[in-house]
């Protein structure tokens, strides 16, 4: 299936932005995030604008909502906060999941702490950047029980053996008998909505773009520990073969899902050939197992 861009619009870098809960965390285009935002449509798109839909009036509570956990980020840590790439990554998957699939989507999106009562009535939330993954005693308990009781977790963005590491140990906390395993291209996540043959490398959109023009098309960040050419898949099975969470590492799906009207060959190469079609399989495939 092909995917059109939204918009097209010029350069923007990433960057990434330190802060915790409230008002210390702020998108990358500036803006302060406080605690009274709820939702990624709150905000100012810090890349080629975000679409706006609608779906039928009284049924908002029977549409899929992408929640993004808000957290804190742990001192020192390598990768960037709980706010990297939103709104527009949020809102722009989102659209493309109830444009190519047939699942009705929130058109706001929601952010959430762990601790959160309703953390219950989501059953899919995602965590960008866990290399700096912290959690208090309260939200490991939380998130456990979520798990636990039928939620999918989705990691995203980050590089590298250190990051990598935090982020396993922090899970390993969550589920103490539980551990990630690799996932194979045979497994019904890559074949639900798209065939997915391999696993792809998104970059930040800078290193994307460069990459048009780089001899050894260098996609991997390369200011990180280990090795960050591999791209892994890994996963957390419960004891029923249910897959708890899926952790995509030396990849940036978000980047290609907030930056696809920026560059036509980032669009091309990235968003439409590899973050789209794993997002939405993984979301669908998390709705329907």
Avoid at 129 to 140: A, D, H
Avoid at 259 to 264: L, P, V, Y
Wanted: charged share 25%; glycine share 8%; hydrophobic share 35%.
């Amino acid at each position: 299936m092909a995917l059109l861009p939204l918009l097209l619009a010029g350069m923007v870098m990433a960057q990434r932005w330190r802060g915790g809960r409230g008002g210390g965390t702020y998108t990358e285009g500036g803006v302060p995030i406080t605690d009274d935002i709820q939702t990624p449509r709150e905000l100012t798109s810090h890349s080629t604008g975000t679409p706006v839909w609608t779906n039928t009036p009284g049924f908002a509570a029977d549409t899929f909502t992408f929640v993004r956990v808000r957290r804190e980020r742990a001192p020192y840590a390598g990768g960037g906060n709980w706010a990297t790439d939103t709104p527009d990554s949020d809102l722009n998957l989102s659209f493309r999941l109830q444009q190519m699939t047939s699942l009705k989507v929130n058109p706001d999106g929601r952010f959430i702490h762990l601790t959160d009562k309703e953390l219950a009535d989501y059953p899919f939330i995602y965590m960008v950047e866990p290399g700096s993954l912290l959690l208090e005693n309260e939200e490991i308990l939380a998130l456990r029980r979520y798990l636990l009781n039928g939620g999918f977790l989705m990691l995203d963005d980050f590089w590298g053996d250190s990051e990598w590491e935090n982020a396993k140990q922090v899970l390993k906390q969550v589920l103490p008998d539980k551990s990630f395993v690799e996932l194979p291209l045979s497994h019904p996540v890559y074949h639900c909505v798209f065939e997915i043959k391999s696993k792809g490398q998104v970059p930040n959109y800078r290193l994307g773009t460069d990459s048009e023009f780089d001899p050894e098309h260098r996609t991997w960040e390369y200011n990180h520990d280990g090795d960050t050419q591999t791209v892994h898949h890994r996963a957390i099975f419960d004891d029923k073969g249910r897959m708890m969470v899926i952790a995509t590492h030396n990849t940036d799906n978000g980047d290609g899902w907030e930056r696809e009207g920026e560059s036509d060959y980032f669009f091309h190469n990235f968003s439409e050939k590899i973050s789209y079609p794993l997002g939405i399989n993984i979301i669908f495939y998390a709705m329907t197992h």
